[in-house]
């Protein structure tokens, strides 16, 4: 039996994590779930999974959650200070980062520092401090498996001892695929949030339209497989079946298909080096005709801009996770334009300075805390 976290429970890879657990009840058992403010939900997930503790990283709703239920089964932890000492003291061997944004780092590298794997949703994590999350899990001796579908798709494809020449991260170009600049001036929140394959959370669905979730996924490959930049690539794939590939020295290729269901990543990343069956949907590839394009990047430049930002190595991709979730966050409160997005991000990026070398959390935390106020201010030229 493992005993697991669930980090971002009431998130859309929570809610799968929470269906694929239910459906193992003799394989997996859960210790902890951890949500930001919606306490209810994660009450009501709590009691069905018969979990010891919740926890809410909001601290005035973790409170007020605790009137509200005074019995203590499970017990409520509020704010991220409580919730980090349940995670140090849980008997848990295994935590799903799916929290979205930078709030992933602490309670990951936390994780991590007692004895934890994680299987790791939460992409910003590894983009804002890959270098630090890395050296964490290399001293204490914990894996990270990789749960962003593109990732476990590489993890599932490459295999130990063999030397790869690329790999093709697949991206299914979001909703504005084929879109020109003129035409994403005047789109809206409606439209960025209206994705064609995935049903996610909001800020990756926005990601996903400004196509920085795959700038994100190309930093956090470099990351979780020690790839150099030069050999990853992004191939546009609209159908989202073929979830992307590796390509051997000897040029032997490797892909990992199957329908875009978050259900069998979380579940694999649970099962491994096992497999478990699944009641999932097979495969008719007579009916699925798959097809690949390059990027269009002249549009797109959130692909070059990540890729830039991660070639500078350092700080520098902390600071373009940082400026990416304030201007996303401004866009979804209808402050800026979508295309002020990526402008707003390339000014954070060039009023950066101070690139150096991590070192540890402090730099991090220093550099993103710059970037949310530079972006910020930045942001003011932007308003509509
Ligand atoms: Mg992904």
Known sequence: MTQIIILGATGSVGETTFRVVQAEPERVSVDGLVANTQGERLWAMGRALQARW????????GAALRRQHPSGAPRIAAGMDDILAEIAASPATKVIGAMSGFSGLLPTLTALENGKDILLANKETMVAAGDLVQKVAHESGQKIIPVDSEHSAIFQCLA??????????????GPFRGRSREDLRSVTVEDALHHPNWSMGAKITVDSATLMNKGLELIEAHHLFSVPYEQVEVLIHPQS?????????????????????????????????????MDSLPLDLTR?????????????????????AGLAGGLMPTVLNAANEVAVSLFMARSIAFLSIIDIIKEVLNDFADNEEVSGLAQILEADQWARTQAADVAMRYRQ
């Open 54 to 61: 919740i926890g809410l990283a909001d601290y005035a709703a």
């Open 160 to 173: 130990p001892g063999q030397p790869v020449r690329r790999i093709l991260l697949t991206c299914s170009g």
């Open 241 to 277: 079946i073929v979830h992307s590939l590796v390509e051997f020295v000897d040029g032997a290729t490797m892909a990992q298909l199957g329908w875009p269901d978050m259900a069998v990543p979380v579940q694999v990343a649970l099962s491994w080096p096992e497999r478990w069956a």
């Open 288 to 308: 699925q005709p798959l097809t690949f394009d390059p990027p269009d990047t002249g549009t797109f430049e959130a692909l070059t801009i990540a890729r830039q």
